[in-house]
């Protein structure tokens, strides 16, 4: 069974930083989408940054490029993903998500069969 855990959020003011982890168990493909989504009142889970494990590929939202990166720790099975210059337009649930489909390159959470619990990031002004 695939498990998915996620840490890292808090709260911080604008233009700081914070540094999201999500440590996946049960996978037994050694290639597979995972990313990164972040959900408020308003939308509902999008996809912030999406990368295939396995291939070194990744796919940023428009609104995240420069400012987030994405890695991947093989031997902890951990993808971490590094906020830097946060906005209070990156307040949010983050949620990780790990699949085997196509879904680092949509970047849709229909793509994702597996979810953590979410941690909120909070940035405020």
């Known amino acids: 069974q695939v498990h998915v855990v996620e840490s890292g959020g808090g709260s911080v003011q604008a233009g700081g930083s914070l540094r999201l982890s999500c440590v996946v168990s049960?996978?037994?493909?050694?290639?597979?989408?995972m990313g990164w989504f972040r959900q408020t009142l308003e939308k509902w889970r999008e996809g912030v940054v999406g990368t295939y494990v396995g291939r070194g590929l990744t796919h940023y939202a428009d609104s995240v490029k420069g400012r987030f990166t994405i890695s991947h720790d093989n031997e902890k099975n951990t993808l971490y993903l590094q906020m830097n210059s946060l906005k209070p337009e990156d307040t949010g649930m983050y949620y990780c998500a790990a699949g085997s489909g196509p879904g680092w390159a949509t970047m849709s959470a229909n793509y994702f069969d597996y979810w953590g619990q979410g941690t909120q990031v909070t940035v405020s002004s």
């Open positions: 049960g996978y037994t493909d050694s290639t597979y989408s």
